[in-house]
């Protein structure tokens, strides 16, 4: 024996269940979502890691430097200029990634890397880029709030 349902509760019915799924369809991808989204903690921690290597590279560059004075290794432009330039770009994208460092912060810590380049094209004596280079280092983890 079939049942009648008339045509209105069967749309009301529809919309109910609809509704109702679209309700926990929205919880879930909520809760999916906010599991998967990094925590501010992480993302800061993320951008000093990457600070932390960065100040790391470019205190690095003295071995460089010193082969290029000894005539051993690369030319300034390929065995510091470049790895410098590079390291300015991770900086710059680095300095992106983190909306609570001040611009004079970020101009000092430029302004860093600007003058181990300057020294690096100068010839420097291998002391005075020691020097720059350790300054710079130094910058970019005060900068971001790292302890050595």
């Known amino acids: 024996m ?47 890691a990457q600070a932390a290597d960065l100040a790391t590279g470019v205190e690095r560059l003295d071995i460089e430097y010193e082969q290029v004075l000894t005539g051993g290794g690369d030319t300034v432009e390929a065995g510091v200029l470049a790895p410098l330039t590079d390291l300015r770009a991770q900086l710059q994208s680095t300095l992106e990634s983190a ?29 005075q880029f020691r020097t720059l280079i350790i300054a710079a280092g130094e910058q970019v983890r005060s900068t971001f709030g790292i302890s050595n």
């Open 99 to 127: 909306p609570w460092v001040p611009q004079q912060q970020r101009d000092a810590t430029l302004d860093s890397f600007a003058a181990v380049r300057s020294g690096a094209s100068s010839k420097v004596p291998l002391d």
């Open 2 to 48: 079939a049942l009648y349902v008339s045509a209105g509760r069967r749309q009301r019915r529809f919309i109910l269940i609809t509704a109702a799924v679209a309700v926990i369809a929205l919880a879930l991808g909520w809760l999916i979502g906010l599991q998967q989204a990094p925590s501010v903690d992480e993302s800061v921690a993320t951008v000093r």
